[in-house]
């Protein structure tokens, strides 16, 4: 008898797999390649919403955690996942620099923002307003960790790679069954993929599909994340993140031409030098209609946990979720009322 079955190895799934091997839990993963949106993550940990210069929900706090919880992915793996980066806002008005200073006063912001304009230096950006420096941020190699994370599971033996097959899956008394895995509790950590969840599609998950480019650009000699219309992220070898889209109509991870050209048109904005376009990817962000984190106990079946609706900003809300998921099966901890699933257990009962 194992304490779990894990279904999903995206971030979701990698943090709880994490926190139980930390706490002595024993578990086995069943994941396939389904959804797409961790493995496409620009990966950026950065707590400012650099639209309206405020701070993401929790983002403080969740800052403190990140850095420690990749270190740790990092030391058990053996590979390079934490790139500290520091990410500039190019200004695009006199007005914006003025609500970048007063942002970088309110509690909160003042230990983000940089309060000196930094001078465009780079000769292949146009940024005639300069920009407005976010400090501590850094960027995840996510596609790293699950490739590493998945043949540490396999190593292990600890990893069936299939679709989860609802149909075989038996929900008994005191436990769960699934194609000879019996095990206490099972956790859902399915991205995109509850759709197909027949005990939790009730939950409001949109879905966001998000595209990114590949770029190599030899001239762009840039070392620092570059947020304009959209980011830029450096990826080493002359090669660069662009990214990312937003539609809420198509859910499939396929990329469209009509992104492709909505990107491009949005860097041809700011980015001066020559390059070429070696990828196009996509994926789905997890995205909730309230926009908080859907974690918790199914309302009627005990033994059936669910953790998802990161949303954008699954590097760092991964590592406190998957915590307080534990802490709440554990230790019998009370959840964070924004992120518990019984926010909408009435919907439930409807259906
Ligand atoms: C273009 C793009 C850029 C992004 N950039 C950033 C960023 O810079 N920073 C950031 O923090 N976040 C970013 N995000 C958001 C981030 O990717 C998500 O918040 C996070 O990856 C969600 O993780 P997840 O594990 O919940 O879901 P997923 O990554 O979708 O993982 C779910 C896993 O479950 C598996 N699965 C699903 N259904 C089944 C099934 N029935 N049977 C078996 N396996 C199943 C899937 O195949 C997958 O392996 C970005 C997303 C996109 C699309």
Redesign the pocket.
Known sequence: MLDYIV????????SVCDTLERNGKTFHV?????????????????PVILKRFTMAWKAGGLMEAVRPFYQQQEEKLGVTLDHPLRVLRRFASIEEQNTWFEAADRPGLERFLSTKILPNQNPALDAPFGFGEVMHTG??D?ALL?KAYRAYLEQNDLLTF???DFGALHLLEQHVSYKGIEAKRIVF??????K??PYFNYLPLNG?????LIIKAPDFKEESVIKSSV?T?PWGEDLYLV???YKWKDKTNTPTEESKNELLDKLSTFLKCDFEVVDH??????TVSDRRPLVGQHPKHQNLYV????????????PYASQQLFSFIEDGQALDPEIDIQRFTKKHFRN
């Open positions: 279904v999903g190895l995206g971030l979701a799934g990698i069943v994941s396939d390649a389904s959804q797409q949106a961790s493995q496409v993550a620009g990966g950026l940990y950065n960027r995840i996510t699950i299939e679709n989860f950590a399915c991205g995109f993929g509850l197909q969840n966001t599909k998000g595209e990114l980011f992220i990214g990312a889209t990817v996509a994926g789905i962000r997890p953790l998802n609706g990161f949303g954008s900003r699954g590097v760092l809300i991964a």
